[in-house]
């Protein structure tokens, strides 16, 4: 027997979709934030950890937030009593523009810096 707060709101189960596509795009944020450690791994090798920890943690924090703003979002509209609900919330959208930001930051540091690979004698 199902709760009634575990029932999807609607058929085309929208809310669901956009819970999946968050999480899509979290995976994505962490595969790039370890690829990029990963690169940085010949050049700077404290700073590759530092990028792929700052990703990871980044990571997190979206995944948390998102998962946090669907249970929201679904148990808003599950009791809900009017047709017309308010679910307009900026901070996901402001948490991965920071993201951005920060990593945008970090690579233009990295290119100031002129950080290149060791020259391979033989």
């Not at 090798?45 to 792929?52: D, I, L």
């Amino acid at each position: 027997m199902t709760r009634t707060f575990d029932r999807p709101f609607d058929a085309g189960l929208q809310a669901e979709r956009t819970a999946l596509a968050w999480q899509r795009t979290v995976l994505s944020f962490a595969i790039a934030a370890l690829i990029s450690a990963r690169l940085l791994l010949n050049t700077v090798s404290g700073g590759s950890y530092a990028v792929a920890a700052i990703g990871l943690v980044m990571t997190a924090v979206l995944f948390w937030v998102g998962h946090r703003q669907y249970r929201a979002v679904h148990t808003t509209l599950v009791q809900a009593s009017t047709d017309r609900v308010r679910l307009t919330s900026a901070a996901p959208l402001f948490l991965w523009a920071l993201a951005v930001f920060v990593l945008a930051i970090l690579g233009a540091v990295f290119a100031l810096l002129g950080v290149r690979a060791p020259q391979l004698t033989v």
